[in-house]
């Protein structure tokens, strides 16, 4: 007997965590923090037993996909956590940033000592391409979900009832063009397929046409002495804007102006992504051999310290400033614009989705003025947007993602807002598959 229950990232994209059970074994892919609306949810016990769950695997290093774990292990979690090594390094650093945040709150749902514990049952390391044994009728493979660093798929085969069955969960999958790490790969055959479907309902700009926009308005910033302010997500949109940066600094364009990663956690993420050199996509690997460092250039400077952010204002010319958080709520960008929103030759340019009711997307819409830390904030600076950056594939590309895996059973959607599920489906519907099923939280499906 085998089935399937969700606990999160059903009808909404935060929250991940799936459980299965196969015979007498019993295992969770993801164990992900609610964010935004439904934040609410973390602090509801878990639906199951945690004592009784035997492994844990992780697709990749996000909150949405982690954030839970120390959670999982104080409330009695003893299994194996599986993961790539890249995940690995990454959540330690994500896990203890979030811990550090959670801290300054009333009633922290769980604060930096529990994550040491959580972090001591990973250690059962498999990679792309790799299978792993669970039991002898269990074998677990992964795939590049081409997401994030480090981030994968998941494969489970089975032995049930007779037959072999085989189960694919997305975990999130990448854009085909990356601009940093090695673009996704494609499952052949599974019974079943859990998939994300964050942008089930749209197509995202063109890459390379994103990649022209960020570029120019940069230029156009600096070239009349202005300030580029970036609010950036700490893992991999970061290092990508370092590479971009990077490329217009090797064509002399960036005209050796000061160029600031004012954010610990992205910094640290930095140096943990320097390690894993194979990950990366033809370009990036190809500079690696040639023992250029991809994310670094002359006028980078990094400011891992309170006074070393403080100076930056001192610098009265030009300048680029990359810091989080990547949707302005809180962290240091808060400061920076303050300070540069309320001048009209400096730029703010937004290059990640903002959430609804975000201070980013507030400032995104504002027309006048903006609330930052309490304060209301004159809007003069110019106020863009680079829209095709997305670690998340658009509705095509999920469809081409499925269309590659053969002997489908039926196709179960995860991860997205019902409005986005519904135009995946019914795409599904008509293109590839009829079996399509929304899934519903605390939903049991039978495999
Ligand atoms: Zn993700």
Redesign the pocket.
């Given at each position: 007997m085998a089935f399937y229950k969700s606990y999160g990232a059903a009808g909404e994209v935060t929250g991940s965590c799936h459980f299965l059970q196969i015979g007498k074994t019993k295992i969770l892919i993801d164990c992900g923090m609610f964010q935004g609306d439904e934040e609410e949810f973390n602090k509801e016990p878990f639906d199951f037993n945690p004592k009784e769950i035997d492994y844990l695997i992780v697709?990749?290093?996000?909150l949405?996909?982690i954030g839970r774990i120390p959670l999982l292990v104080k409330e009695g979690f003893t299994g194996k956590i599986i993961s790539t090594r890249a995940t690995f390094s990454i959540t330690q650093l994500m896990l203890k940033n979030s811990a550090g945040i959670l801290e300054t709150k009333k009633e922290p749902l769980y604060t930096t000592k529990d994550v040491d514990p959580a972090l001591h049952l990973f250690g059962t390391f498999l990679e792309p391409n790799k299978s792993l044994e669970l039991t002898k009728n269990i074998k677990i493979s992964f795939k590049n979900a081409g997401?994030?660093l480090g981030?994968v798929s998941v494969r489970i085969k089975f032995f049930d009832e007779g037959i072999t069955k085989t189960v694919v969960f997305s975990?999130?999958i990448g854009q085909s063009k990356r601009i940093i790490t090695s673009p996704v790969k494609y499952w052949k055959k599974a019974n079943y397929v859990f998939i994300e479907s964050t942008y089930g309902h749209s197509i995202h700009q063109n890459l390379n046409v994103s990649i022209k926009e960020f570029k120019k308005e940069i230029l156009e910033t600096i070239k009349k002495g202005g300030t580029v302010v970036i609010p950036s997500f700490a893992l991999e949109r970061t290092q990508e804007i370092l590479f971009l940066l990077k490329q217009l600094s090797q064509k002399g364009k960036l005209q050796d102006i000061p160029v600031y990663l004012d954010s610990p956690l992205a910094i640290n993420v930095t140096k943990t992504f320097k390690n894993y050199p194979k990950l990366f996509n033809n370009k990036v690997t190809k500079m690696i051999k040639a023992n250029e460092d991809p994310f670094d250039f002359v006028e980078l400077i990094q400011t891992y310290t309170k006074e070393s952010s403080q100076k930056i204002e001192s610098h009265k010319g030009a300048k680029i400033i990359i810091a989080g958080s990547g949707m302005c709520q809180g962290g240091r960008v808060s400061y920076h614009l303050i300070k540069y929103l309320q001048d009209k030759k400096n730029l703010v340019l937004f290059v990640g989705f903002q959430v609804h009711s975000t201070t980013g997307s507030q400032i995104l819409n504002a027309k006048h003025e903006a609330h930052i830390l309490g304060m209301k904030i004159p809007v003069q600076a110019k106020i863009s947007s680079v829209s095709g950056f997305s670690?998340?594939a658009d509705q095509h590309e999920l469809l081409e993602w499925l269309n590659h895996i053969k002997d489908v059973n039926c196709v179960y959607l995860v991860h997205g807002d019902i409005p986005q599920l519904k135009v995946l489906k019914e795409k599904v519907k008509t293109k590839l598959q009829d079996k399509v099923h929304i899934v519903k939280m605390h939903e049991q499906i039978h495999l």
């Open positions: 697709t990749h290093a996000h949405d996909h997401h994030i981030a975990g999130d670690a998340h």
